[in-house]
Nanobody
Framework: QVQLVESGGGLVQPGGSLRLSCAAS????????MSWYRQAPGKERELVAT????????KYADAVKGRFTISRDNTKNTMYLQMNSLKPEDTAVYYC????????WGQGTQVTVSS
């Protein structure tokens, strides 16, 4: 059974930082491209960042470029999202997503940016 478990969300003030983690099990993690998505209240789910299976290639949404960094450790079956200079508009539920020829979602972790 495939499981993607996000952690690291919480409440942070504007300008602060958080590091999200996504721990994967039940799949050959190193063969999957991984992504972070987010969904704010009343909005559609949107792609935040993607990293390929080796970790050498990354892509970011324009809204987070220069502030967020996606990474992975294939020895630990874990993906990360370092979020710096957080803004209130980054408030959302953040989801982990794994894709090869099949795909899987995590359950999400809440990030709230507020003073």
């Amino acid at each position: 059974q495939v499981q993607l478990v996000e952690s690291g969300g919480g409440l942070v003030q504007p300008g602060g930082s958080l590091r999200l983690s996504c721990a994967a099990s039940g799949l050959t993690f190193s063969r999957y491209a991984m992504s972070w998505y987010r969904q704010a209240p009343g909005k559609e789910r949107e792609l935040v960042a993607t990293i390929n299976d080796t970790g050498r290639n990354t892509k970011y949404a324009d809204a987070v470029k220069g502030r967020f960094t996606i990474s992975r450790d294939n020895t630990k079956n874990t993906m990360y999202l370092q979020m710096n200079s957080l803004k209130p508009e980054d408030t959302a539920v953040y989801y982990c997503y794994a894709r090869r020829w099949d795909f899987y979602w995590g359950q999400g972790t809440q990030v709230t940016v507020s003073s």
